[in-house]
T-cell receptor, first 110, second 115 residues
Framework: ELKVEQNPLFLSMQEGKNYTIYCNYS?????LYWYRQDPGKSLESLFV?????AVKQEGRLMASLDTKARLSTLHITAAVHDLSATYFC??????????FGAGTILRVKS | EAQVTQNPRYLITVTGKKLTVTCSQN?????MSWYRQDPGLGLRQIYY???????DKGDVPEGYKVSRKEKRNFPLILESPSPNQTSLYFC??????????????FGQGTRLTVV
Protein backbone atom coordinates (compact mmCIF):
# COMPACT_ATOMS: atom_id res chain seq x y z
CA GLU A 1 0.00 0.00 0.00
CA LEU A 2 1.34 3.37 -1.01
CA LYS A 3 1.98 5.78 1.83
CA VAL A 4 3.05 9.38 1.38
CA GLU A 5 4.68 11.27 4.21
CA GLN A 6 5.40 14.95 4.27
CA ASN A 7 7.54 16.78 6.73
CA PRO A 8 7.40 19.05 8.40
CA LEU A 9 3.65 19.25 8.89
CA PHE A 10 3.93 22.81 10.10
CA LEU A 11 6.57 25.34 9.16
CA SER A 12 6.87 28.84 10.46
CA MET A 13 9.58 30.82 8.76
CA GLN A 14 10.83 34.35 8.51
CA GLU A 15 10.59 36.33 5.33
CA GLY A 16 13.75 36.08 3.29
CA LYS A 17 14.77 32.66 4.61
CA ASN A 18 15.13 29.43 2.68
CA TYR A 19 13.58 26.13 3.60
CA THR A 20 12.70 22.72 2.18
CA ILE A 21 9.59 20.58 2.48
CA TYR A 22 10.12 16.84 2.06
CA CYS A 23 7.81 14.27 0.55
CA ASN A 24 8.66 10.59 0.98
CA TYR A 25 6.65 7.76 -0.54
CA SER A 26 6.74 4.07 0.10
CA UNK A 27 6.37 2.33 -3.27
CA UNK A 28 7.64 2.85 -6.78
CA UNK A 29 6.00 5.64 -8.72
CA UNK A 30 6.92 7.70 -11.74
CA UNK A 31 4.60 10.62 -11.15
CA LEU A 32 4.45 13.13 -8.36
CA TYR A 33 2.46 16.32 -7.98
CA TRP A 34 2.72 19.37 -5.76
CA TYR A 35 -0.34 21.45 -4.91
CA ARG A 36 -0.99 24.61 -2.98
CA GLN A 37 -4.11 25.33 -0.94
CA ASP A 38 -4.94 28.73 0.55
CA PRO A 39 -7.20 28.78 3.63
CA GLY A 40 -10.80 28.09 2.71
CA LYS A 41 -9.89 27.68 -0.93
CA SER A 42 -9.49 24.91 -3.44
CA LEU A 43 -6.23 23.34 -4.59
CA GLU A 44 -3.96 24.82 -7.19
CA SER A 45 -1.60 22.67 -9.21
CA LEU A 46 2.04 23.77 -8.82
CA PHE A 47 4.28 21.13 -10.34
CA VAL A 48 4.18 17.76 -12.03
CA UNK A 49 7.34 15.67 -11.81
CA UNK A 50 7.50 12.74 -14.18
CA UNK A 51 10.98 11.26 -14.07
CA UNK A 52 13.99 10.70 -11.91
CA UNK A 53 15.99 13.87 -11.55
CA ALA A 54 13.16 16.09 -12.73
CA VAL A 55 13.39 19.64 -11.50
CA LYS A 56 10.76 22.31 -11.96
CA GLN A 57 10.92 25.92 -10.84
CA GLU A 58 8.42 28.70 -10.65
CA GLY A 59 9.24 31.90 -8.87
CA ARG A 60 10.56 31.17 -5.39
CA LEU A 61 9.54 27.52 -5.48
CA MET A 62 11.58 24.68 -6.88
CA ALA A 63 10.53 21.03 -6.86
CA SER A 64 12.67 17.99 -7.54
CA LEU A 65 12.17 14.25 -7.71
CA ASP A 66 14.48 11.37 -6.85
CA THR A 67 12.61 8.19 -7.74
CA LYS A 68 15.37 5.94 -6.43
CA ALA A 69 15.17 7.50 -2.99
CA ARG A 70 11.37 7.87 -3.34
CA LEU A 71 11.76 11.47 -2.32
CA SER A 72 10.59 14.80 -3.62
CA THR A 73 11.54 18.16 -2.24
CA LEU A 74 9.88 21.55 -2.49
CA HIS A 75 12.45 24.23 -1.88
CA ILE A 76 11.43 27.74 -0.93
CA THR A 77 13.90 30.52 -1.65
CA ALA A 78 13.75 33.87 0.14
CA ALA A 79 10.24 33.32 1.44
CA VAL A 80 7.64 36.05 1.19
CA HIS A 81 4.32 36.35 3.00
CA ASP A 82 2.35 35.46 -0.14
CA LEU A 83 3.74 31.95 0.02
CA SER A 84 1.81 31.23 3.22
CA ALA A 85 -0.47 28.30 2.40
CA THR A 86 -0.75 24.55 2.81
CA TYR A 87 1.36 22.51 0.40
CA PHE A 88 0.51 18.95 -0.56
CA CYS A 89 2.44 16.37 -2.49
CA UNK A 90 0.58 13.53 -4.18
CA UNK A 91 1.88 10.34 -5.75
CA UNK A 92 0.33 8.04 -8.32
CA UNK A 93 0.28 4.49 -7.05
CA UNK A 94 -0.84 1.08 -8.15
CA UNK A 95 -4.12 1.03 -10.02
CA UNK A 96 -3.90 4.69 -10.98
CA UNK A 97 -4.79 5.81 -7.49
CA UNK A 98 -3.58 9.20 -6.34
CA UNK A 99 -2.38 9.34 -2.75
CA PHE A 100 -1.81 12.65 -0.98
CA GLY A 101 0.47 13.53 1.86
CA ALA A 102 -1.05 15.12 4.97
CA GLY A 103 0.07 18.57 3.89
CA THR A 104 2.56 21.12 5.19
CA ILE A 105 1.15 24.32 6.64
CA LEU A 106 3.55 27.11 5.81
CA ARG A 107 3.41 30.44 7.61
CA VAL A 108 5.81 33.17 6.54
CA LYS A 109 6.27 35.87 9.14
CA SER A 110 7.36 39.42 8.46
CA GLU B 1 -13.39 30.34 -18.47
CA ALA B 2 -12.01 26.87 -17.76
CA GLN B 3 -13.47 25.60 -14.52
CA VAL B 4 -14.73 22.75 -12.41
CA THR B 5 -18.02 23.55 -10.75
CA GLN B 6 -19.31 21.75 -7.69
CA ASN B 7 -22.73 22.12 -6.13
CA PRO B 8 -23.72 22.69 -3.48
CA ARG B 9 -20.85 24.49 -1.74
CA TYR B 10 -22.32 23.81 1.69
CA LEU B 11 -24.73 21.12 2.79
CA ILE B 12 -26.09 20.03 6.14
CA THR B 13 -28.13 16.85 6.06
CA VAL B 14 -29.41 14.13 8.35
CA THR B 15 -28.19 10.57 8.64
CA GLY B 16 -29.64 8.29 6.01
CA LYS B 17 -31.03 10.91 3.65
CA LYS B 18 -29.66 10.30 0.17
CA LEU B 19 -27.80 13.17 -1.42
CA THR B 20 -25.89 13.98 -4.57
CA VAL B 21 -23.03 16.41 -5.01
CA THR B 22 -22.66 17.47 -8.60
CA CYS B 23 -19.43 18.14 -10.45
CA SER B 24 -19.18 19.57 -13.92
CA GLN B 25 -16.19 20.60 -16.03
CA ASN B 26 -16.17 22.61 -19.25
CA UNK B 27 -12.76 21.59 -20.58
CA UNK B 28 -13.61 18.29 -22.28
CA UNK B 29 -11.37 16.49 -19.78
CA UNK B 30 -11.27 12.73 -19.75
CA UNK B 31 -10.10 12.19 -16.19
CA MET B 32 -12.22 13.19 -13.21
CA SER B 33 -12.00 12.26 -9.56
CA TRP B 34 -13.45 12.89 -6.13
CA TYR B 35 -11.53 13.49 -2.91
CA ARG B 36 -12.38 14.11 0.69
CA GLN B 37 -10.24 16.29 2.89
CA ASP B 38 -10.07 15.77 6.63
CA PRO B 39 -7.77 17.57 9.09
CA GLY B 40 -4.40 15.87 9.42
CA LEU B 41 -5.17 13.33 6.69
CA GLY B 42 -4.65 15.37 3.56
CA LEU B 43 -6.87 14.46 0.64
CA ARG B 44 -8.02 10.92 0.08
CA GLN B 45 -9.30 9.72 -3.25
CA ILE B 46 -12.83 8.35 -3.22
CA TYR B 47 -13.48 7.43 -6.86
CA TYR B 48 -12.03 8.32 -10.20
CA UNK B 49 -13.08 8.07 -13.81
CA UNK B 50 -10.76 7.66 -16.78
CA UNK B 51 -13.53 8.42 -19.27
CA UNK B 52 -17.25 8.07 -19.91
CA UNK B 53 -18.63 4.90 -18.32
CA UNK B 54 -15.20 4.06 -16.85
CA UNK B 55 -15.01 4.47 -13.09
CA ASP B 56 -12.95 2.86 -10.36
CA LYS B 57 -12.50 2.96 -6.63
CA GLY B 58 -9.94 5.12 -4.93
CA ASP B 59 -8.69 4.65 -1.41
CA VAL B 60 -11.91 5.36 0.51
CA PRO B 61 -14.89 4.36 -1.66
CA GLU B 62 -17.09 2.87 1.07
CA GLY B 63 -20.43 4.63 1.37
CA TYR B 64 -20.10 6.45 -1.95
CA LYS B 65 -21.22 5.90 -5.52
CA VAL B 66 -20.39 7.70 -8.73
CA SER B 67 -21.47 7.66 -12.33
CA ARG B 68 -20.01 9.02 -15.54
CA LYS B 69 -22.73 9.03 -18.15
CA GLU B 70 -21.36 12.03 -19.97
CA LYS B 71 -17.90 13.50 -20.18
CA ARG B 72 -18.56 16.77 -18.40
CA ASN B 73 -20.37 15.45 -15.31
CA PHE B 74 -19.21 13.24 -12.47
CA PRO B 75 -21.70 13.27 -9.58
CA LEU B 76 -20.91 11.87 -6.16
CA ILE B 77 -23.78 10.01 -4.52
CA LEU B 78 -24.18 9.22 -0.85
CA GLU B 79 -27.00 6.70 -0.65
CA SER B 80 -27.22 6.71 3.15
CA PRO B 81 -24.96 9.37 4.62
CA SER B 82 -23.48 8.87 8.05
CA PRO B 83 -21.74 11.33 10.40
CA ASN B 84 -18.31 9.92 9.50
CA GLN B 85 -18.86 11.27 6.01
CA THR B 86 -18.81 14.80 7.34
CA SER B 87 -15.93 16.30 5.41
CA LEU B 88 -14.78 18.72 2.74
CA TYR B 89 -15.16 17.23 -0.73
CA PHE B 90 -13.29 18.20 -3.88
CA CYS B 91 -13.88 17.23 -7.46
CA UNK B 92 -10.98 17.47 -9.91
CA UNK B 93 -10.45 16.97 -13.61
CA UNK B 94 -7.54 16.78 -16.01
CA UNK B 95 -7.20 16.28 -19.73
CA UNK B 96 -6.05 12.70 -19.49
CA UNK B 97 -4.69 10.61 -16.66
CA UNK B 98 -1.98 9.21 -18.89
CA UNK B 99 -0.79 12.65 -19.88
CA UNK B 100 0.64 13.22 -16.45
CA UNK B 101 2.24 16.49 -17.34
CA UNK B 102 -1.05 18.25 -17.64
CA UNK B 103 -2.28 20.12 -14.63
CA UNK B 104 -5.39 19.16 -12.72
CA UNK B 105 -8.20 21.60 -12.04
CA PHE B 106 -10.05 21.43 -8.75
CA GLY B 107 -13.54 22.55 -7.89
CA GLN B 108 -14.18 24.97 -5.06
CA GLY B 109 -15.16 22.27 -2.61
CA THR B 110 -18.34 21.11 -0.91
CA ARG B 111 -18.48 21.20 2.85
CA LEU B 112 -20.82 18.43 3.97
CA THR B 113 -22.09 17.99 7.49
CA VAL B 114 -24.12 14.90 8.38
CA VAL B 115 -25.96 15.10 11.69
Amino acid sequence: ELKVEQNPLFLSMQEGKNYTIYCNYSTTSDRLYWYRQDPGKSLESLFVLLSNGAVKQEGRLMASLDTKARLSTLHITAAVHDLSATYFCAVVGYGNKLVFGAGTILRVKS
Amino acid sequence: EAQVTQNPRYLITVTGKKLTVTCSQNMNHEYMSWYRQDPGLGLRQIYYSMNVEVTDKGDVPEGYKVSRKEKRNFPLILESPSPNQTSLYFCASSLSFWDGGVRAFFGQGTRLTVV
